[in-house]
């Protein structure tokens, strides 16, 4: 079964500095696709951006980059700039290549952008 | 367009009675799943239908949940003799499943529906 970890349960950064998020994941399988989400206080889950396992090159979003790892099984995101809307719950999420199915989820980071 | 829809918003329940979880997936996706978020289980899949294929059940905590799609678009989640450990919040999401792909699909969710049981 996969698993996916974050390890920083909270993380602050002040406006307009730069902060990275830290996502770990475990599977066997070599096809794969790696998320992104936010879920501000409205609850809203949004898509922030996604990787797939086969690409070398490292997906980028305007202020949001990842740096994947795939040796590594590391799914990193930074946020650049931040912004004070950028304050939410950002969840790292895995899901196998093999099948259409479910999401697997880490246990989130819950980022602060002070002003 | 519109977005993945879910009602109620919030639900409060007595333990013991039954209730009934509604979500409208985006016009045109063939791909609904459930999610459950709770503070002590994060968030756990629980159910997802796939156009007519059989519905892959294996996320459902007990045979007190059940899910059905109707004609291909909206779903309900019922979940019977309710429990205060259900207390949590219900999401659901929708893809677009490209013909032929990988699964290639981005989730998209809706605003969950918040359930309390007293």
């Known amino acids: 079964a996969q698993t996916v970890t974050q390890s920083q349960p909270e993380m602050s950064v002040q406006e307009a500095e730069t902060v990275t998020l830290s996502c770990t994941y475990d599977t066997s399988e070599s096809n794969y696709y790696l998320f992104w989400y936010k879920q501000p206080p409205s609850r809203q889950m949004i898509l922030v951006i996604r990787q797939e396992a086969y690409k070398q090159q490292n997906a980028t979003e305007n202020r949001f980059s990842v740096n994947f790892q795939k040796a590594a099984k590391s799914f990193s995101l930074k946020i650049s700039d931040s912004q004070l809307g950028d304050t939410a719950m950002y969840f790292c999420?895995?899901?196998?290549?093999?099948?259409?199915?479910?999401?697997?989820f880490g246990q989130g980071t819950i980022l602060t952008v002070h002003p | 367009g519109a977005g993945v829809s879910q009602s109620p918003s919030n639900k409060v329940t007595e333990k013991g009675k039954d209730v009934e979880l509604r979500c409208d997936p985006i016009?045109?996706?063939?791909?609904l799943y459930w999610y459950r978020q709770s503070l002590g289980q994060g968030l756990e899949f629980l159910i997802y239908f796939q156009g007519n294929s059989a519905p892959d059940k294996s996320g459902l905590p007990s045979d007190r949940f059940s899910a059905e799609r109707t004609g291909g678009s909206v779903s309900t989640l019922t979940i019977q003799r309710t429990q205060q450990e259900d207390s949590a919040v219900y999401l659901c999401?929708?893809?677009?499943?490209?013909?032929?792909?990988?699964?290639?699909?981005?989730?998209?969710f809706g605003p969950g529906t918040r359930l309390l049981v007293l």
């Open positions: 999401a929708s893809s677009l499943v490209a013909s032929g792909g990988l699964g290639q699909e981005t989730q998209y």
């Open positions: 999420a895995f899901r196998g290549g093999t099948s259409y199915g479910k999401l697997t």
């Open positions: 016009s045109g996706h063939t791909a």
